[in-house]
Protein backbone atom coordinates (compact mmCIF):
# COMPACT_ATOMS: atom_id res chain seq x y z
CA UNK A 1 0.00 0.00 0.00
CA UNK A 2 1.24 3.59 -0.75
CA UNK A 3 0.09 6.61 1.40
CA UNK A 4 1.14 10.18 -0.38
CA UNK A 5 0.49 13.27 1.21
CA UNK A 6 2.03 16.34 1.46
CA UNK A 7 0.11 18.44 -1.00
CA UNK A 8 -1.59 21.70 -0.77
CA UNK A 9 -2.25 25.34 -2.05
CA UNK A 10 0.87 27.46 -2.64
CA UNK A 11 1.72 30.60 -4.19
CA UNK A 12 3.83 30.43 -7.22
CA UNK A 13 8.12 30.36 -6.59
CA UNK A 14 7.28 28.47 -3.00
CA UNK A 15 8.13 24.91 -1.87
CA UNK A 16 6.46 22.00 -1.31
CA UNK A 17 7.16 18.12 0.16
CA UNK A 18 5.63 15.76 -0.78
CA UNK A 19 6.08 11.87 0.90
CA UNK A 20 4.65 8.53 0.00
CA UNK A 21 4.61 6.07 2.56
CA UNK A 22 4.98 2.44 1.54
CA UNK A 23 3.13 -0.56 3.61
CA UNK A 24 3.57 -4.19 3.11
CA UNK A 25 6.83 -3.92 1.22
CA UNK A 26 10.20 -2.68 0.82
CA UNK A 27 10.12 0.75 -1.35
CA UNK A 28 13.94 0.48 -2.20
CA UNK A 29 12.87 -2.63 -4.16
CA UNK A 30 11.99 -2.61 -7.69
CA UNK A 31 10.83 0.85 -9.53
CA UNK A 32 8.92 4.08 -7.58
CA UNK A 33 8.00 6.90 -9.59
CA UNK A 34 6.21 10.21 -9.06
CA UNK A 35 3.03 11.31 -11.68
CA UNK A 36 0.73 13.86 -12.02
CA UNK A 37 -2.56 14.61 -13.21
CA UNK A 38 -3.72 17.95 -14.26
CA UNK A 39 -7.34 18.98 -14.78
CA UNK A 40 -8.10 17.86 -18.70
CA UNK A 41 -4.59 16.62 -19.52
CA UNK A 42 -3.18 13.04 -19.20
CA UNK A 43 -1.13 11.26 -16.34
CA UNK A 44 2.40 12.62 -16.81
CA UNK A 45 5.13 11.35 -15.37
CA UNK A 46 7.32 13.23 -13.27
CA UNK A 47 10.02 11.54 -11.51
CA UNK A 48 11.07 8.13 -10.78
CA UNK A 49 13.60 6.16 -9.61
CA UNK A 50 14.60 2.04 -10.13
CA UNK A 51 16.83 -0.32 -7.67
CA UNK A 52 20.36 -0.76 -8.60
CA UNK A 53 20.41 2.41 -10.15
CA UNK A 54 22.16 6.27 -9.06
CA UNK A 55 20.11 9.38 -8.61
CA UNK A 56 16.53 9.86 -10.01
CA UNK A 57 15.28 10.49 -13.62
CA UNK A 58 13.08 13.93 -14.15
CA UNK A 59 10.68 14.96 -16.47
CA UNK A 60 11.85 18.13 -18.38
CA UNK A 61 9.35 20.47 -16.82
CA UNK A 62 10.78 19.61 -13.73
CA UNK A 63 13.99 19.33 -13.78
CA UNK A 64 16.13 21.37 -11.66
CA UNK A 65 13.03 22.62 -9.59
CA UNK A 66 12.04 18.74 -8.31
CA UNK A 67 14.26 16.20 -6.57
CA UNK A 68 12.79 12.80 -5.53
CA UNK A 69 14.68 10.99 -2.63
CA UNK A 70 13.66 8.09 -0.64
CA UNK A 71 14.49 7.15 3.21
CA UNK A 72 14.91 3.07 3.60
CA UNK A 73 15.09 3.55 7.31
CA UNK A 74 11.39 5.22 6.81
CA UNK A 75 9.96 3.17 3.45
CA UNK A 76 9.18 6.66 2.58
CA UNK A 77 9.87 8.21 -1.28
CA UNK A 78 9.87 11.92 -1.07
CA UNK A 79 9.13 14.68 -3.90
CA UNK A 80 10.63 18.12 -2.98
CA UNK A 81 9.24 20.49 -5.36
CA UNK A 82 10.84 24.06 -5.45
CA UNK A 83 10.47 27.48 -7.09
CA UNK A 84 6.46 25.85 -8.14
CA UNK A 85 4.66 27.34 -10.87
CA UNK A 86 0.99 27.60 -11.75
CA UNK A 87 1.37 24.69 -14.58
CA UNK A 88 2.39 22.12 -11.38
CA UNK A 89 -1.03 22.51 -10.01
CA UNK A 90 -2.23 18.60 -9.89
CA UNK A 91 -3.08 15.70 -8.34
CA UNK A 92 0.32 13.81 -7.75
CA UNK A 93 0.52 10.04 -7.39
CA UNK A 94 3.32 7.99 -6.27
CA UNK A 95 3.48 4.59 -7.86
CA UNK A 96 5.38 1.26 -7.25
CA UNK A 97 6.48 -2.01 -9.29
CA UNK A 98 8.15 -4.42 -7.87
CA UNK A 99 10.93 -5.13 -10.38
CA UNK A 100 13.10 -2.97 -12.26
CA UNK A 101 11.40 -1.15 -15.25
CA UNK A 102 13.76 -0.43 -18.07
CA UNK A 103 14.73 3.14 -18.13
CA UNK A 104 13.00 4.49 -21.66
CA UNK A 105 9.35 3.72 -19.29
CA UNK A 106 10.46 4.84 -16.07
CA UNK A 107 8.11 7.40 -15.85
CA UNK A 108 5.59 6.03 -18.60
CA UNK A 109 2.62 4.82 -16.22
CA UNK A 110 1.60 1.64 -17.85
CA UNK A 111 4.34 -0.88 -16.06
CA UNK A 112 3.43 0.42 -12.44
CA UNK A 113 0.64 -1.68 -10.73
CA UNK A 114 0.76 -0.22 -6.87
CA UNK A 115 -0.13 3.52 -6.73
CA UNK A 116 -1.24 5.58 -3.96
CA UNK A 117 -3.97 7.26 -4.05
CA UNK A 118 -2.96 10.99 -4.97
CA UNK A 119 -2.36 14.24 -3.50
CA UNK A 120 -3.49 17.62 -4.89
CA UNK A 121 -1.02 20.96 -5.31
CA UNK A 122 -2.35 24.02 -6.24
CA UNK A 123 0.12 26.47 -7.28
CA UNK A 124 -1.54 30.38 -7.41
CA UNK A 125 -0.03 33.05 -9.67
Known amino acids: QLQASGGGLVQAGESLRLSCAAS????????VAWFRQAPGKELEGVSC????????TYADSVKGRFTMSRDKSKNTMYLQMNSLKPEDTAVYYC????????????????????WGQGTEVTVSS
Open 24 to 31: GFASDYGS
Open 95 to 114: ATRFTRIVLSMCLDPSPYNY
Open 49 to 56: MRSGSNGA
